[in-house]
């Protein structure tokens, strides 16, 4: 969840500023030390709930205004620092590239299959479409009884209501986006 700590970064130090504090006042106010605060700005820090309510509290903001989505120009996500979201050691590994917010009405995720593995994806909901492209290897995906072959720089769609699998049938690591639709 490395973007509930980034945007947490953001908002903290953007909230900070707008009501002219110095993260010595920030601490005195919220009881969560001045290195902590300086840390969770930085991004390097994990903060707690506990430590998060003394802060929304400390800072009067509402928990919501701290854990959104903040407003940029631009977001740059750097894959060479993220951390699987969802892994099978030896198996597949998931990475969340730009996560569902409620101002946007899709996801992005990458996904690696290791040689001869599957990875066994849950029904997404009524209403959401799937958007797949292939950027290494070639995927196979198991839906509703049928097969389809996908291959290196091509991709698929479907209504992902149903429960389906990823499989990499090849020799060496398959690598795909997805791009879900609500």
């Known amino acids: 969840m490395e973007y509930l700590s980034k945007n947490i970064a953001i908002n903290l130090k953007g909230i900070r500023k707008s009501k002219n504090m110095s993260l010595d006042m920030v601490a005195e106010q919220t009881g969560v030390s001045k290195s902590m605060l300086a840390q969770i700005e ?4 994990n903060p707690t709930i506990g430590t998060l309510g003394r802060i929304v509290s400390g800072m009067r903001v509402e928990f919501d205004t701290l854990i959104t989505a903040p407003k940029v120009s631009g977001y740059q996500m750097q894959r060479s620092k993220m951390i699987p979201t969802k892994e099978l050691s030896g198996q597949y590994q998931v990475y969340t590239c730009f996560p569902y917010e409620t101002d946007r009405r899709f996801e992005i995720y990458e996904i690696e299959v290791e040689p001869g593995k599957k990875y ?4 997404h909901g009524e209403h959401t479409e799937e958007y797949i492209s292939v950027t290494r290897g070639e995927l196979t995906i198991e839906l509703s009884g049928e097969r389809y072959t996908i291959q290196e720089k091509d991709g698929f769609c479907f209504h992902s209501d149903k429960e389906h699998e990823y499989c990499n049938y090849g020799e060496e690591r398959l690598e795909f986006l997805v791009y879900f639709i609500f």
Request: proline residues 0%.
């Open 42 to 45: 930085r991004g390097e820090a």
């Open 120 to 123: 066994l994806s849950g029904a």
